[in-house]
């Protein structure tokens, strides 16, 4: 594998290795890598892309730096990203305590002891925007440390569907309902393993009320006179571009 060309993700922590702030291409030993391990996870131009679960560099980076670039290579580093946490977190087996060891087969790790079998986590969570005639609402999110406006999202609960998700999660956050609820697109979200369901929505009734644990602050924009929003590239950017589009057309 060290004369292979190929991609190297190089992850430590929930950070890559980002050399000039790309994905790093060549042979192992041309890149200075120890290929011992190495996991492949994909392919991207026509070239395999393996995993490294761990990487000193003084140029290791958020995969958010990828966001720009293509958008399968950006999920090919995410999966990476994720791949490597989950290998992080099951060194030990949850049921007996045992030493785990990585599936030759599949993304899995095996308990030889008592035969448990662990796969990685998804966390599945919707995110939606929502239109009233041509404003969309934005929040300002207790996690999000720049200033920075952007759609409701939330954590699928147990036991629960995505539409019923995206009705329970608007209220709670903002205090308003919502109708006419549209599936667009998904996006795997590597922070650290979530799958982000996008919906659209339309306002239904309510006032703004909101949820001071989860936001900021919530408000009604004109899509003409937009605050700053999430980046491009980001599933939350598309659900915006959207709803301006849906607003300019009536």
Known sequence: MTEQEGWWVCSEGRDLWLPQGQLPF?????????????????????????????????????????????????????????????????????????????????????????GERYYPQIAPCIIIAIRKGKQILLAQHQRHKQPIFTVLAGFVEAGETLEECAHREVMEESGITIKNLRYVASQPWPFPHSLMCAFTAEYDSGEIEIDPDELKSAEWFDVSQLPKIPEVGTIARRLIEDTIALCRQN
């Not at 991207?44 to 293509?70: A, F, N, W």
């Not at 994720?82 to 095996?110: D, T």
């Open 26 to 114: 060549g042979k192992a030993s041309e890149l200075g890598l120890n290929p011992e391990g190495a996991l492949q996870i994909g392919e991207y131009q026509g070239k395999p892309c393996y995993l490294i679960c761990q990487h000193q560099s003084t140029e290791m980076e958020s995969v958010r730096r990828l966001l720009g670039d293509d958008k399968l290579l950006f999920q090919l580093a995410g999966r990476g990203v994720q791949l490597a946490e989950f290998y992080r977190s099951h060194r030990w087996c949850g049921y007996c305590g045992s030493k785990m060891n990585r599936s030759k087969r599949e993304f899995a790790c095996l308990c030889e002891h008592c």
